[in-house]
Structure formats: structure tokens, C-alpha cells
């Protein structure tokens, strides 16, 4: 499974756009990238996920270089709900759907 | 989406007791699911795979006769913690694959106390 490097933390306010990038240099060719949102006492939650470009839906944007050894979360607009850890993984391709978490990203949104 | 859920919430229970923690699957079948610890600010760490019908697997370091694991039907799995102490205190959170994608969908994660 690919590791994930992410930044520990990140300070952000209401109203910005944050972008969170995550390093996976072993990117299998079968892998999926997957972000997932993580509240105190709360199991994670699917954010967004995407093989290559650019993918949107109403939450989050995921951009995927060419080269897929990289990706960032783009949350437009947070607010202050928006504090959570965020976590990238990389996994899919037929290794039966066992995740490996990294230590994520903890993003402080303050007003 | 797929919803799992996860019961109880919330458990307190004195050391030496077992004490089994269910995850569902509300609106799919799942053939495997996977259970996770969670230590206070730290990451989620796979404990164990388990799969329906057959035995689980288990990470490197998990005791499988502490953590006893059984997927008895497609949409139930259940993590028995035995003989539980003081360091078994975490937040065990499961997860299951949705169908036909390769997102794993969690359950809300029990909070377990041991006095």
C-alpha cells in the first residue's frame, strides 16, 4: 500500500479557500486516491475521491498531476465546521479495500 | 451514500469483562469489513479484516485471541474485546466497502472505557 505524506497542520480562516496536498510517490497504476474528513468521536467520513485531473463535487475539489505522485483537497469558502483532520489515502486496485492511514492533516479554521 | 452503524456508542466496563462491539451494514451487503483502533490524536490503525463466512485476518501485532472477530452474515460483523484492561480504552471504529466502488464508508465508532 502507498504511504501518504501530509503537512501535520493547517491554520485557515472563515471565508478562504484551503488547499491540502499530499505526497504518494508509490502510487500504484491501479491505485485511487481518497480523501477523508474526520470530526472528534466521529468515524471518517468520504470526502472526495479521484484516479487523475480534476475531479468536484459539492464539497471539494481533488487535483491529480499527471504523474499522480502528488494531490491536494481544495475546500473552497471553509467555515468554522470545516476544523476536522483530514486524511488522504491511497489504495484500490484489488487489495480488498484495506486502508492504511497516515497521520493527517489537522485543519483549524478560525473565525 | 452507504450508511454503516455501529452499537453501542459508548461503553464503560470494569477490567477482566468482555465486552463485543456490532457493525452494520444498514442498506448493503458487505463480504468483508474492517475494524479500526483509534487512540486519543492519533491516527486510525487497522486492527483486522474480517470476512464473512470465514476467519478473520489480522494485522501484525493484533492478538486474535483478545480481539475476537465474527462476520456471521452479510451485514453484520462483531469485535469482541476479551478480558479487557485499562489499555484496551479506545475508540474502535469499523468500515465496509460500498458496492461496485473502491470508498470505504465508516461506521460513527463505539468509545470504549475500561475501568
Known amino acids: 500500500l502507498a504511504k501518504t505524506t501530509q503537512p501535520i497542520s493547517m491554520d485557515s480562516y472563515e471565508g478562504q479557500e484551503v488547499n491540502i496536498t499530499c505526497s504518494h510517490n508509490?502510487?500504484?497504476?491501479?491505485?485511487?486516491i481518497t480523501w477523508y474528513q474526520q470530526f472528534p468521536s466521529q468515524g471518517p467520513r468520504f470526502i472526495i475521491q479521484?484516479?487523475?485531473t480534476k475531479v468536484t463535487n459539492e464539497v471539494a475539489s481533488l487535483f491529480i498531476p499527471a504523474d499522480r505522485k502528488s494531490s491536494t483537497l481544495s475546500l473552497p469558502r471553509v467555515s468554522l465546521s470545516d476544523t476536522a483532520v483530514y486524511y488522504c489515502?491511497?489504495?484500490?486496485?484489488?487489495?480488498?479495500?484495506?486502508?492504511?492511514f497516515g497521520q493527517g492533516t489537522t485543519l483549524q479554521v478560525k473565525p | 451514500g452507504a450508511v454503516v452503524s455501529q452499537h453501542p456508542s459508548w461503553v464503560i466496563c470494569k477490567s477482566g469483562t468482555s465486552v463485543k462491539i456490532e457493525c452494520r451494514s444498514l442498506?448493503?451487503?458487505?463480504?468483508?469489513m474492517f475494524w479500526y483502533r483509534q487512540f486519543p490524536k492519533q491516527s486510525l490503525m487497522l486492527m483486522a479484516t474480517?470476512?464473512?463466512?470465514?476467519?478473520?485476518?489480522?494485522e501484525q501485532g493484533v492478538e486474535k485471541d483478545k480481539f475476537l472477530i465474527n462476520h456471521a452474515s452479510l451485514t453484520l460483523s462483531t469485535l469482541t474485546v476479551t478480558s479487557a484492561h485499562p489499555e484496551d480504552s479506545s475508540f474502535y471504529i469499523c468500515?465496509?466497502?460500498?458496492?461496485?466502488?473502491?470508498?470505504?464508508?465508516f461506521g460513527p465508532g463505539t468509545r470504549l472505557t475500561v475501568l
Open positions: 468500515s465496509a466497502p460500498g458496492v461496485g466502488t473502491d470508498t470505504q464508508y
Open positions: 508509490n502510487i500504484a497504476t491501479n491505485d485511487y
Open positions: 479521484g484516479y487523475k
Open positions: 489515502l491511497v489504495a484500490g486496485g484489488g487489495n480488498t479495500g484495506k486502508l492504511i
Open positions: 442498506d448493503f451487503q458487505a463480504t468483508t
Open positions: 474480517s470476512n464473512e463466512g470465514s476467519k478473520a485476518t489480522y
